[in-house]
């Protein structure tokens, strides 16, 4: 996985804010409410993250593979291949694994068992969560994922 | 099944008494009528030598009409008792819920008709529970479409609110603050109760998907407690929390289900205490259980509604006027989250002075098919 390597190395040992200072982390955010998605994007985008967008499955997976994303923020229920497609997409092909945080509107035990045996590291239901505390959320997988060996 | 009460022991008994009782008859007149002739004619030693005759005769035909009944009475009562038994095992396992039965008799006679009707009954039997499992994933599948429809709408008023409550889109004035605010609040009211409809609807369907493990259950209740600290400050309500078992109790428990029953409760409890009002919650040990006291000194449950406090959709008279919020869901969820660990949930009040609020739960959980709980509570409310 050289993808994975180079991110690991750009990414260790440098605080997550002075990174985003300049614009180095980047986040996919896959969702189809156009308002969502834009005050979302909006709000990541003021905080110092680049973000590339996706509305459906087909297109994620596209970004996924064009882009190298640190860390997705994945809708569920999506037109044409769903988040669970997306998810089960990036656990067959490793050059396509990315942690994601799942950021939906479901929220059932099985949807989040299903989610996370796919390999979701976060499960959050939208209505119940703030941008705000989904930044948080971010900035803490973050941290796990790149930060901490 | 003892042997006199049997089908074949019944035949047998009626099938000799039918063979004996006429052949005693007669032969009880063909000695009176003839031996006093035959006696006259023969002599006595040959008429006593006749008679005995006849009673060997009739011992022999005795003994004769005592196997023709053993073999009669058998094949009778085996060619009913058969068909009775498959029914039997038939309504047996109609019983224990396995519909897929048809039960095979060719007979042209009473009990093959018993035996068609019996086919019929228990087609138009799982028709009718087809029906009724299809309605009722309809409805829990609406509800859950319904519900996450809801959710998006009100995801985006949210997010909208908070951006703009954020200062994300400029500064605010007080004045527009206020405002935004109380809608804020009012649209997160409308999204618990969109969570608890889901929650309901998952408990009426059993698939609320427990996951037991072992709690600390101390620890559990002061997370818990801190949690709902903040909330109660705000309200002016003193919250406190006593943990009385000196030992560290384990439970086998679903953490992230209690935290709702639990909270539930608590809520309640500083929701209906007025401000310099307290909230204490205790934990207590016995030998085989956990039990949590949570008691306020709020306004209290009217007599009348404390038969159908826990029922799905139902408040308390006295808080209807209180204040808009509250779904009426909290208390059903609770009691089927609490019946499911295998405890119980119970209350003392008086009116106007204050809610004591009791849950017992077993520090071994048996979990209780959720099916059953939600029978219980819909027999409940009617």
Known sequence: ?149 | MKIRYTLFFRFFWTLVALGIIPMAISSGFLVASYQVRIAAVLGAAEARELLFNIGIQFFLIFIFVLIIATFAAYVISRNISRPLQVLTEAVRLIGEGNLKIKINILRKDEIGVLGEFFNEMVLRIKDAQDRQEEISRLKSEFITVAAHQLRTPLSIVKWAYTAVLEGDFGPVAEGQRNILGKAAIANESMIKLVHNLLDAARIEEGRFGFKFERVDFGAFLKKLFEEKKLLAEKKGVILTININPKDILYLNADPEKLSIAVGNIIDNAVRYTASGGSVGISLDAEEAFAIIKIQDTGIGIAPEDKTRLFTKFYRGSNVMHLETEGTGLGLFITKNIVVSHGGEVWFNSEHTKGTTFFIKLPREASSKSPTNVSFESFVGAI
């Open chain 1, 1 to 149: 996985m050289p993808d994975d390597i180079k991110k690991d190395v750009n990414l260790s040992s440098v605080p997550i804010t002075s990174m985003l200072k300049r614009n180095e982390i980047k986040l996919l955010v896959v969702e189809d409410d156009r308002f969502l998605r834009e005050l979302l994007v909006g709000k990541l985008k003021r905080e110092g993250f680049t973000v590339v967008e996706a509305f459906n499955g087909e297109e994620a997976i596209n970004q996924i593979r064009a882009e190298h994303p640190h860390l997705i923020l994945l809708d569920l229920v999506l037109p044409g291949v769903d988040g669970f497609g997306v998810l089960a997409a990036m656990k067959d092909a490793t050059e396509l694994k990315t942690p994601t945080i799942v950021l939906s509107n479901l929220g059932s035990r099985e949807d989040i068992d299903k989610a996370m045996t796919l390999g979701a590291k976060e499960f959050m239901v939208k209505a119940h969560h703030t941008p705000q505390e989904i930044l948080e959320r971010v900035k803490k997988v973050l941290e796990e994922r790149y930060l901490q060996q």
